[in-house]
């Protein structure tokens, strides 16, 4: 009868059964790391990748908290416990996952998201572009190759325009895309669709910044994506079109002059202030 009781009082009032006792913080958290190998644990295998990231970038940040150091395996290589327990290719992740890379690099992986969806929606993952923290890389900042190698092996479009016979150039080489572009979104030259008139062009081109008393409308509207090719052209300028006049009359289709005369079709000949005036609102130079 007592037995039978108990089996009752356990069911239906929880409540009346003993309180387990709390379980203390700090001794969870030192039985999660107990199970995380340590960095020396791993080198007993792979002594050369140990000693090349603890000279990395990455272990040198690392090496300013040691209880990161220790753990700096298991951040990135998921399965390492089981691995250590039984090594094998199929029990640990070689390549670490954005995640892991986001544990450090938070602010990288928020602005990614939101300047540069497009990379994640492609499936770009981090160890796409950048070497592991235990590999050599070619280029600052962890990246495989160069930064415009890396750029261009996905963006082969672009890659073609740098080889016309108008491109953006620096000493005969393609210029790096980051002048332009930000890899990660974290700056508002993320995009060439956002280059208007305060946009990455005039980081160089500084005298046609203005502001100018009178702007020509489609730069203000469009930007100087408005006539120009960003990367290359086989136009001279890297204009969009082969002659000013065939440009120009895109959007003034109804001029006060004979364009058959070849006088008339050289427009910058007269109107030279092409990218605004502080003297005409015709665009004359003066």
């Known amino acids: 009868m007592i037995t039978i009781v108990a089996a009752w009082l356990t069911l239906a009032s929880p409540a009346l059964l003993p309180a387990q006792p709390p379980q203390n913080p700090a001794a969870v958290a030192k039985a999660e790391v107990s199970t995380v190998p340590a960095l020396e644990e791993c080198a007993g295998c792979h002594d050369e990748q140990s000693k090349a990231f603890a000279a990395g970038p990455h272990g040198r940040a690392m090496a300013r908290d040691a209880k990161a150091l220790e753990r700096s395996c298991a951040t990135c290589h998921e399965g390492s416990q089981a691995h250590v327990q039984n090594p094998s290719k199929a029990n640990i992740r070689r390549l670490p996952r954005d995640s892991a890379c986001a544990s450090c690099h938070a602010t990288e992986s928020r602005s990614l998201l939101l300047g540069m969806p497009a990379h994640k929606r492609s499936g770009v993952a ?132 004979d364009i058959v005369s070849a006088r008339y079709r050289r427009c910058t000949g007269c109107h030279s202030a092409i990218h605004g005036s502080n003297g005409d609102k015709r665009l004359f130079d003066r």
């Open 126 to 257: 981090c160890v796409d572009c950048h070497a592991a923290g235990h590999l050599a890389a070619s280029g600052s900042r962890q990246v495989r190759t160069s930064t415009s190698e890396a750029c261009m092996s996905c963006h082969k479009t672009e890659r073609a325009k740098f080889e016309l016979p108008f491109a953006h150039r620096d000493r005969e080489a393609p210029m790096s895309c980051t002048a332009c572009h930000s890899a990660h979104g974290m700056r508002r030259t993320a995009r060439l669709s956002l280059l208007d008139r305060n946009g990455a062009c005039l980081e160089c081109h500084t005298e046609l910044a203005g502001p100018f008393v009178f702007p020509h409308a489609p730069r203000e509207a469009g930007g100087c994506l408005s006539c120009h090719e960003p990367h290359g052209s086989t136009n001279p300028r890297m204009l969009t079109r082969h002659s000013v006049a065939e440009l120009c009359m895109e959007c003034h289709t109804n001029v006060p002059h």
